[in-house]
Nanobody, 118 residues
Framework: QVQLVESGGGLVQAGDSLRLSCAAS????????MGWYRQAPGKQRELVAS???????SYADSVKGRFAISRDNAKNTVYLQMNSLKPDATAVYFC????????????WGQGTQVTVSS
């Protein structure tokens, strides 16, 4: 059974940085596409960043140039570095995984709250 556990959320001020971590167990992240989603109150969950098994990355337009997804396959952990945070980044952030041969996200973490005050 694959488990994803996020950490690193918190309350910060606008302009600050945070690094979220997603520790995986039950599988090796090297065989998975990993993603970070977020869901703000009253809004749909949106994909913020993703990283393929070979390290290609993609980002939502709203975070390009400020957020960076990375993975440490040896630690079986995926990170989301968030810089120059804005209040609209306030949301619950979820880690997600799907096998490289699957088209849909299969596994989700429980989420970590990020709150950015103005």
């Amino acid at each position: 059974q694959v488990q994803l556990v996020e950490s690193g959320g918190g309350l910060v001020q606008a302009g600050d940085s945070l690094r979220l971590s997603c520790a995986a167990s039950g599988t090796m992240v090297s065989a998975y596409v990993m993603g970070w989603y977020r869901q703000a109150p009253g809004k749909q969950r949106e994909l913020v960043a993703s990283s393929t098994a070979i390290g290609s990355t993609s980002y939502a337009d709203s975070v390009k140039g400020r957020f960076a997804i990375s993975r440490d396959n040896a630690k079986n952990t995926v990170y989301l570095q968030m810089n120059s945070l804005k209040p609209d980044a306030t949301a619950v952030y979820f880690c997600a995984a799907r096998h490289i041969f699957r088209a849909t996200w299969e596994y989700w973490g429980q989420g970590t709250q990020v709150t950015v005050s103005s």
